[in-house]
């Protein structure tokens, strides 16, 4: 018996990164076929609660029932980001994001990472699962035919899993940004020596942020040398402009990256960026311990104790590769994120809690950032 129709065989690939790639290879078939609409079951969740720092945020019951045009929606990122960060889905998740916003799209990225970090795990079982194998009839049905534990999450799906693996990330990161009003947002599909990737994107003051999973969030310079180091380097990536609407949003593919791409947008952290962070932090603690800031305790390194003064204390904390991921456009963040890492340290918080001043010296080694903090009592 002749067959009229036609099957599309697709392979989804995860690769060693875990990740979804869509696959360059698009079959042979008719031009006229045109694969029905799918409609997604909406993911409940009896108590759909989160939390943020102290504060306790409720979002509703049930997912967003997406209108998804094409059948491989659960399974390409591009067609994944056009359904699911939909005006529909964003509402569903907008009490968190409203929860995370700022002052401005700086804080705001930084509290979405922040809060990423803290409150989502990377899922190493899904990432493992058997590549998916998928047939596309030209009916528009679609058969899973091995594989299927792969399947892109929404970000509603993602919080309430607490999981995901980068293209979860990456959608959840955008969809969060979409819901606090910042459009448009961007993602990278990323081909690395070894494996893909994938991760969300903004652009701020000209300059590209990758938001990848967690803190800090990193210019494009910064990230390339980042995987460069891990001995897995980018080789090109893909860039996409994500503009939301009620049904469908706009993705739109508007660059092609390659190495030198990617260094095109670096910044090299000096001696005077090291300097501000030190007053910064000296602002900071001396606004909220009411204390002052003294240059002459670190005369205490010589064996001088200054007059007025009964002991000094000094602690040293190297941050590793903060000096190489740093950027100027997020300084009150890193100012913020570096104290509170330092007031995480019982003896140096409980050191300044009862000190009549302090002065903090900064120095940028190599890709690392020492920081030295001496404490006066008086």
Partial sequence: MKRTGFVLALALMVLAAGCLVEVPNTGTGSPHSSPTPETSTPATWMNPFVHVDNLTVRLPSEDARLNCPTPLWRYILKDAASCMLSERELNVIKPLGTALKGHNIEESAWNVLEWEGKNLHYNWTKANETPSYIEVRSNGRTEVVSGGGSELQTPYETIKRGAGI???????????????????????????????????????????????????????????????????PIINATLYEIITAEDQASVKRIGFLNGTDFLKQTYTMDEHDALRLATGMEEVLSKEFNITADRRLSTSQNGVLPQGYKSISAWSITFEEIAALYNPIFYNEYVNWLLGRILTHQGIAESIRHAKAIWIETKKEGGNLKVIIYVGKG
């Avoid at 942020?209 to 990230?223: E, K, R, S, T």
């Fill in 166 to 232: 980068c293209t979860d990330y990456t959608l959840l990161t955008d969809a969060l940004l979409l819901s606090m009003g910042y459009s448009p947002v961007y993602m990278m599909g990323i081909n690395l020596s070894k494996s893909a990737h994938a991760t969300a994107v903004v652009r701020i003051g000209g300059w590209y942020f990758v938001l990848d999973q967690h803190l800090p969030p990193m210019d494009l310079g910064a990230y390339y040398n980042h995987w460069k180091e891990t001995g897995n």
